[in-house]
């Protein structure tokens, strides 16, 4: 009997000693990995995600998708919206992804403008099948919210979708002589409440 209570306590001793271990490593990579942020450009934040993303390495895809974007990279801002959308790397938050999804239709359709107004038509049309295709996003969110949200959460993002809609509607209406400058920032507040 007395074999068996040392070989337990054996056993546990092992057990809280690789845990603690693994603890340590633990704090150690993400010590590292706050390390590389600092040190980091959006350009290889954004790369780096990308290769975590195709290792199916979410979590870490998504930190470097939002260190990028809060550095204002329009591909990370992209990356995060479909990444809040679908809860990838991160809780699900349609409110986040549609607030994110205002800002990259916002920022395409203002760089579609520009490259209009310099006659660089392979720029526009790039510009503007990002803005088509985030306006489409961007209806899916709200109809999705809408169907499936709570009473609560729908008035809370009332604003918001109103704001989506009007910028669509003033986009779909705009004359290119008009055009404002190019605001691709993500606001301090937005940062606070959007990511996990």
């Known amino acids: 009997m007395e074999k068996i209570l040392k070989s337990l306590l054996a056993i546990l001793l ?16 993400e010590e590292k990995f706050s390390k590389i942020e600092i040190n980091m450009n959006k350009s290889k934040a954004y790369i780096m995600g990308l ?16 260190y990028a974007a809060n550095k204002n990279h329009f591909n990370s801002q992209i990356q995060l919206t479909y990444m809040l959308m679908d809860g990838a790397g991160c809780e699900k938050d349609l409110a986040a992804a549609l607030e ?3 800002i990259v239709k916002k920022i395409s359709f203002n760089r579609a403008e520009k490259a209009r107004a310099t006659e660089n038509i392979r720029k526009e ?9 985030f306006k489409l996003l961007w209806e899916d969110l709200v109809t999705e919210i809408l169907t499936n949200g709570t009473e609560i959460s729908k008035l809370a993002l009332l604003p918001l979708i109103e704001q989506g809609a009007m910028q669509i509607q003033g986009e779909d209406n705009k004359d290119p ?3 404002e400058e190019d605001d691709d920032k993500i606001s301090d507040e937005f940062r606070d409440k959007i990511y996990c």
């Open 14 to 29: 092992f057990a809280q000693t690789n845990n603690l271990a693994a603890m340590n490593q633990e704090k150690s990579l």
């Open 51 to 66: 290769e975590f993303l195709e290792a199916n390495e979410l979590e870490i895809a998504f930190q470097y998708f939002e």
């Open 100 to 102: 994110l999804c205002n």
């Open 125 to 133: 049309i790039f510009y503007r099948k990002i803005y088509n295709e």
């Open 177 to 179: 002589e008009d055009q």
